[in-house]
């Protein structure tokens, strides 16, 4: 397949922008004196405790949330968590889409980027561009899940046909398999519903040339057979980036059929086509050890040439059956194909020896990718409830079983390129542009086809896996979970890089547990601890090949990394169990580290500690007060090196602090108004440890307002980043980086029609 580059030269004003924004937060506030946006049953405030406020639709609603305070998400949809998240004994931070609306998320990024202890990163020449995430100090962008399966493949992925975000806290080697150092994230479908008909259509429109229209619909076609169907229209620049822009489209199909009461069977299709402009922010400055003070809104890349392009088909059947009463057998095969194509200019060591500080420059190089990640796996569970004596069991055994191939081509250009007037210019590998005034406009168009001279990079794993946790319960108080899983994990890289020919290959087995205990004094509140493992085998990162960035290729010989956790942790719910209040303590070390000793030569020498605890909230206080949000402090650092230098220093790109909260309140049966604040500390550079280079920590808070018509009709409106903060999610681990500038100021109307 050829990727051809793609522009949209949308030059934005910032003034315009900003009186747009303005104007839509005046509107949103103004609606504070009409009555409005709600879902109400019961009597008015006040009137008496039956009282029911939810903001949350019929039909669509989210089937694992309290249907009181649809904030709180009483279970997860991975039927390998058995029991209720107030009684898993781990941090489990989950997002339902209602959230995702009051907060304005359009992309699992900005999901990402307003959670507590999830913590965005960038991509660059050896990883890929596209959803890289750290939870609680470790990588975590090969540990992304969808539907309990993984997602091998990273690109920037869609929450238009997600019912739910899932992000686990700590090591789930035992649940879910290689990685998962601090943790996994897993994205949950909207799956077909029967006994209900709904049709939910969603438009908005707001600053920035922002156009989103989703579509979810409902039908049951016959008793106990059904269909559900979302559609995605999405054109958005990024605000305050200039040239910078995304368009998705996105259809999501899926058939659930209940033949009988043993057996269900069903089968999905998601399909994701993604273009846009790809962006490495802003340059650094490396003499100050902070981002250069130009225009946030300055463009560094190639108006002709830059593209990203991301692509998703993926195919998946279930099927269930119970076969006696106690017995559950869960069966999933799915194929996918997920492709991450992308040419970006990156804006790092600026030229600053000109005396005059307008002449300064920046050179951009070439940095790309065009991976196709292609794939195939099953994974088949069995659930058993039993007793031995007084002692009840939850066992949930299965096995799993994945083949994954991830091919990169690189693309070529041309060695000439003919402009408006006819003239051959040379297509130089990279441009120079104005440090302060960058002229990003190429005016004329330079094609990236195929490079067929040049091998492909070919990554190929097959793994296998078992796994057995059981849930066993001494009395309605007390429960111990205990479980272990074995993976054997083969894998092998070709390909051609900067110092020739490369192919390495290695298989790996590798054993991890965990072990809880859990005890509830009275029914709403749980106490535990839990000891728990995971592993990292060399080239675990299937997005690349350097070992810097987790690949295989000059490492195959180690042995797996090894991480060993301990979490204390207690979850009560208040409010007649409508809200759910959450803390932990934990500390997760990595006894055997890679590190590089020279040369390209790596050993298990290093250790690793990250430590520290979290708080969370989420549900209703009251029946018109919901809230959802959280804190986590972190304390991350290397505890020994081969190079003394290195030891004490804190991870890079990791926060000590990160806080939010949502906050909506009902002001009538038929308003409600919110914000959401979100703090992170300072966060620094660096591969391992941290370097001198950071960027700053920062507030930044948004806006929401919900207005219900009627019965059928909500407008919504949203301003995020109320006061134009202009932050950056991360900064380049080398000693030359730049800094990702995240979005400025923003403000959209959302209109939901339920039928």
């Known amino acids: 397949m050829t990727h051809l580059n793609t522009t949209k030269s949308t030059a934005k004003s910032a003034n315009k922008r900003r009186i747009a924004a303005g104007c839509l937060l005046a509107s949103a506030m103004g609606a504070a004196f009409v009555p409005g946006v709600a879902h109400a049953k019961g009597a008015a405030a006040g009137d008496g405790p039956d009282i029911v406020v939810t903001a949350q639709r019929p039909g669509d609603a989210n089937p694992n949330a ?27 931070t989950i997002i339902p889409k209602e959230v995702m609306q009051d907060i304005g998320a359009n ?27 750290f939870i609680r100090g470790f990588e975590a962008r090969n540990d992304v899940y969808i539907d309990g399966q993984r997602d091998p493949g990273v690109s920037s992925r869609e929450i238009f046909a997600v019912e739910q975000v899932e ?17 996994s994230v897993g994205l949950e479908s909207k799956r077909p519903k029967t006994g209900d008909n709904f049709l939910v259509a969603d438009g908005t429109v707001g600053t920035d040339n922002l156009y989103r229209a989703t579509l979810d619909g409902n039908v049951e076609l016959a008793n106990s057979l059904a269909v559900r169907v979302n559609a995605l229209y999405h054109t958005a620049d990024t605000p305050g980036r200039d040239y910078v822009y995304s368009d998705r489209q996105g259809l999501a199909a899926a058939i659930g059929w209940r033949a009988s009461s043993k057996f269900s069977i069903g089968a999905d299709y998601y399909h994701l086509r993604s273009n846009g402009m790809s962006d490495y922010g802003l340059p650094f400055d490396v003499t100050t050890k902070k ?16 593209f990203l392009h991301n692509s998703a088909d993926i195919g998946t059947v279930v ?32 030229d600053t020896s000109a005396a005059d500080p307008a002449d300064w420059t920046v050179s951009t190089g070439t940095p790309q990718r065009n991976a196709m990640s292609r794939y195939i796996g099953n994974i088949t569970t069995a659930n058993a409830e039993f007793a031995t004596g007084s002692v009840k069991h939850e066992l949930l055994m299965g096995g799993e079983y994945s083949d994954e191939r991830i091919t990169n081509r690189r693309f070529a250009f041309p060695d000439f390129i003919e402009d408006g007037n006819g003239n051959q210019s040379p297509v130089p590998n990279g441009f120079t ?84 205990l859990l005890y509830k004094p009275i029914e709403p509140v749980s ?32 042995e797996p990394e090894r991480n060993k956790a301990w979490e204390a942790g207690a979850k009560w719910e208040v409010s007649n169990g409508h809200l759910l209040l959450t803390a932990a303590a934990f500390r997760i070390d990595k006894d055997n580290a890679r590190e590089n000793l020279g040369g390209g030569n790596y050993a298990l020498v290093g250790k690793l500690r990250s430590q520290g605890f979290e708080l969370g909230a989420n549900g209703n206080i009251t029946p018109r007060w919901s809230v959802f949000g959280g804190y986590t402090y972190l304390d991350a650092t290397i505890i020994d090196s081969a190079d003394p230098a290195n030891i004490g220093l804190p991870f890079a790109n990791v926060p000590k602090h990160s806080f939010s909260l949502l906050s909506t309140y009902a002001v009538t049966d038929k308003f409600t108004l919110g914000g959401q604040a979100f703090y992170r500390s300072r966060i620094y550079g660096g591969t391992e440890g941290a370097n001198e280079n950071s960027v700053p920590g920062y507030w930044k808070f948004d806006a929401v307002a919900r207005y219900k018509l009627n019965d059928r009709i909500e407008l919504r409106a949203n301003v995020l980043n109320i006061f134009d903060k202009r932050y950056f999610d991360a900064i380049y681990r080398s000693s030359a980086p730049f800094a990702y500038v995240a979005p400025g100021r923003s403000a959209t109307m959302s209109v939901t029609v339920t039928m």
């Open 66 to 92: 309290n249907p009181q305070a649809p904030y709180k998400v009483d279970r997860s949809a991975d039927s390998r968590f058995t029991e209720p998240v107030r009684d898993t004994p781990k941090s489990v």
């Open 167 to 183: 992000i686990v806290k700590g090591p789930s080697s035992a649940y879910l398999g290689r990685g998962t150092t601090g943790g």
């Open 433 to 516: 542009l104005n440090l302060f005034n960058p002229n990003a406009v190429l005016g004329y168009t330079i094609p990236a086809v195929i490079d067929d001279s040049s091998p492909p990079a070919v990554t190929q794993v097959e793994s296998f896996a078992g796994f057995l946790i059981d849930t066993i319960k001494f009395s309605p108080k007390l429960q111990l979970l205990l479980g272990g899983r074995l993976d054997i994990f083969t894998i092998s890289s070709t390909g051609t890089g900067r110092s020739g020919p490369y192919s390495d290959s290695a298989s790996y087995s590798f054993f991890n547990s965990q072990a809880s």
């Open 319 to 350: 099927g269930e059956w119970k076969p006696i009463e106690n017995l559950s057998i869960r069966s999933q095969t799915r194929y996918g194909e997920v492709g991450n194509a992308y040419v970006v200019s990156v804006p790092r060591a600026p």
């Open 527 to 558: 106490l535990y601890v839990s000891f728990s493992t995971s592993s990292n085998p060399s080239g675990e990162q299937l997005d690349s090949t350097s070992p810097t960035y987790g690949g295989l290729v000059g490492v195959a010989s180690l």
């Open 107 to 133: 992309s699992f990024r900005e999901v990402a980027r307003s959670t507590p202890g999830v913590t965005l990163g960038t991509g660059e020449g050896g990883n890929a561009f596209g959803d890289r995430i």
């Open 291 to 306: 981002p250069f003070a130009v225009n946030p809104d300055n463009f560094y890349g190639a108006v002709g040439r830059d």
